[in-house]
């Protein structure tokens, strides 16, 4: 019998299979296996509307049979089956469905190796078997034809259909399964633990039971007969056993799922051992068909803020698995967000880059993200304890998503409350702003403590306003992101002009500051380059001596680009104020007037000493600056 040859684009896309060398040649399972699901549907359609098809669906399976002598792997279904020409045309060339779309795409690239991924991930249907066996055979009987046809074919060369034997309707696909090459390991194909580990991956929610013999090694039963000294003997069972689970979770109705369930799941499925923190169920109908599961983690992944962290959710087609981590279905500041979604809408076949430009693509991801922000907004409002967990957990993920989008969803965001003693949102702090205060207040330090006692956080308090205590590095950024919320802008304590001052009160300032002229002109020449300012503070209550920075480099993004950039950082313009109301103050005047140089610089160095260290900023001298301080003492 003469070989028939494939059809050229059929041929050119078996040599890219054969070819490739890509870590996913895994997924001929799951092609195989979801073909001989589509098979069983078809028929149990026919049974639903031709009455002279007698086809229970409860009988429709797929039978696996790994046969390590003869190093073939079998996929049997009773579905369908293929006549003699629907074989011809369904194997001899590319499908018209699925497959089409990545044909187009591989004939306007003609870059194979470009293309090697993207068979990776997705496949594309029969012949991806091609990657695993060096020749397949396929025993298919349509259903209500009495003979059957042998499909036959090693590859490019071309294939052959003879008449066979088969005694029931249906398909077998005989996998001739390779042997192994230097980096592959197709032995691994013959084995029922690793099968049952692709079923299970794959194909667990494939709608028809999926079947194997697998060994099982276990205890006898204990005889009735068995005396006081019985050791209890083991024996090896084969037995036939359903590899996949059947129903999806998220295909069930959200009413008749447990609170367990839905946490085994995620554990089971992502690899977590604790409970998620919570799950969101949900679904649409219309222009774009799916059921998703998604799940917000009770705790930071260790890799969470490393570049091995990938984001995305499995997306399923009808049940069957076609990508694990798609990273376009989540925005990057929900990132943590683990879970699944399934649509009718996406062919299996679809590729990566076709998926990514696909609207329904869109459409769901802008649907997932508002209902994963209004189950925060929840929690937040609901259960601020959970909400509390979720902020240690992704807090600081939120927070660069609104530096990035630009005060995006800045409703999550929590943080200290000066007033509450405990972390607050900005909605919650707006509430208690009493009438005439002018803005949002902020400091930023080490630690809440630390911020507390702050020189120039005490004049605030003291008007009764409260403040909000940023902690970590991102804050300052975040705070200068905000912009204004109804007409309130976002002020640090820092700012001179964080309090509007009365016309009267400025005035007082200005004559202080004048008074006060000679002595920040020593202080400033004792300091040199050290300082680009010395000022009489407006900012301080009663303390002698702060910190603060000009132009646009804060303290704050200094001592972020040190952790960064070390020593190399850029430097904030540093500004040290002077409160001319201290006795410190008074007592550097003394020594201004009476042209005693050396005091003066010792206590300008202290002072400056002191507001380093009020700012949390390493001392350029910490031997000198001790030295100081005890030539104070004798
Ligand atoms: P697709 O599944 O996207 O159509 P495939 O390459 O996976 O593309 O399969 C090609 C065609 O071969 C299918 O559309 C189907 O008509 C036929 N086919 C494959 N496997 C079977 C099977 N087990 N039973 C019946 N028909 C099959
Ligand atoms: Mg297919």
Redesign the pocket.
């Known amino acids: 019998m003469a070989k028939k040859q494939f059809k050229a684009e059929s041929k050119r896309l078996m040599d890219l299979m054969i070819n490739s060398i890509y870590t996913h040649k895994e997924i001929f399972l799951r ?2 296996i ?3 699901s ?2 069983e549907d ?1 028929l149990a359609y026919r049974a639903l509307t031709d009455d002279s098809v007698e086809v229970k669906r409860k009988d429709l399976k797929i039978t696996i049979v790994p046969d390590k002598e003869k190093r073939t792997l079998t ?1 049997s ?1 009773n ?4 006549t003699k020409d ?1 074989l011809e045309s ?2 001899g060339t ?6 089409l779309q990545f044909k187009q795409e591989l004939e306007r690239d003609d870059k194979a190796a470009s293309k090697v991924d993207v068979i990776g991930q997705f496949g ?5 078997a091609f990657m695993v066996a060096d020749a397949v055979t ?1 025993i ?1 009987r349509a259903y209500g034809a009495e003979e059957a046809w042998m499909w036959q074919s090693a590859g490019t060369d071309g294939y052959t259909v003879t008449q066979c034997e088969k005694e029931t309707p ?2 077998d ?1 005989i996998m001739h399964i390779k042997p192994n090459a230097d980096e592959e390991n197709y032995d691994q194909y013959l084995e029922t633990y690793k099968l049952q580990e692709l079923i299970k991956k794959y194909s667990d929610y494939i709608r028809y039971p999926i079947v194997m013999e697998v060994e099982d090694y276990r205890q006898k039963e204990k005889p009735a007969d068995a005396g006081e000294d019985y050791k209890p003997e083991w024996e090896t069972v084969k037995e036939w056993k359903t590899l996949n689970s059947m129903v999806p979770l998220w295909q069930r109705q959200k009413s008749k799922v447990k609170p367990e369930e839905y946490n085994a799941f995620y554990k089971e499925k992502f690899g977590d051992w604790q409970d998620p923190l919570t799950v969101i169920h949900t679904s649409a109908e219309g222009a774009v068909t799916y059921k998703a599961m998604l799940y917000i983690p009770s705790h930071t992944p260790y890799d969470f803020y490393t570049r091995e962290y990938e984001k995305g959710l499995q997306l399923y087609s009808s049940g069957v698995l076609i990508m694990d981590k798609c990273a376009d279905l989540l925005p990057d500041h929900f990132r943590f967000v683990r879970g699944v979604v399934d649509s009718q809408d996406f ?3 679809i590729s990566r880059e076709v998926l990514q430009h696909t609207r329904q693509l869109k459409v769901i991801a802008s649907a997932l993200e508002k209902k994963i922000k209004g189950e925060l907004m929840k929690l937040q409002k609901e259960d601020r304890e959970k909400y509390e967990t979720f902020w240690k957990s992704f807090g600081t993920q939120i927070k660069y998503g609104v530096v990035a989008e630009y005060g995006q969803h800045k409703d999550l965001l929590l943080f200290w409350s000066s007033k509450e003693g405990k972390d607050t949102t900005l909605a919650e702090y707006r509430e208690r702003m009493p009438e005439d205060q002018p803005y949002y207040y902020y400091a930023c330090g080490e630690s809440a403590e630390k911020i507390a006692k702050l020189p120039q956080v005490e004049r605030i308090l003291d008007k009764g306003y409260e403040i909000l205590y940023c902690t970590e590095d991102v804050d300052d950024f975040v705070m200068r992101g905000l912009g204004e919320i109804d007409g309130k802008a976002f002020k640090s304590v820092n700012d001179e002009d964080a309090l509007p001052q009365s016309d009267e009160e400025k005035k007082m300032a200005e004559e202080k500051a004048e008074a006060g002229k000679p002595v920040l002109e020593a202080v400033k020449e004792a300091l040199g380059e050290e300082v680009k300012e010395v000022r009489a503070s407006s900012i301080l209550k009663s303390g002698a001596v702060c910190l603060t920075a000009d132009g646009p480099v804060s303290l704050e993004m200094e001592k972020y680009m040190r952790k960064v950039d070390g020593d190399r950082a850029a430097r904030a313009q540093r500004v040290l104020e002077l409160n001319p109301d201290s006795a410190p103050f008074a007592a550097l005047q003394k020594a201004v007037e009476a042209g005693d140089k050396d005091t003066v610089s010792k206590y300008a160095k202290l002072l400056y000493g002191q507001a380093l260290l009020l700012a949390d900023l390493p001392l350029e001298d910490p031997a000198e600056y001790a030295q100081l301080v005890c030539s104070l003492m004798v």
């Open positions: 092609e195989i979801s073909n001989a589509d098979a078809k996929v279904d579905g369908v089956g293929m629907e369904n194997l590319i499908a018209k469905s699925g497959s594309v249907g029969f012949y991806s396929v298919s249906g398909t696909i062919s299996l076949n």
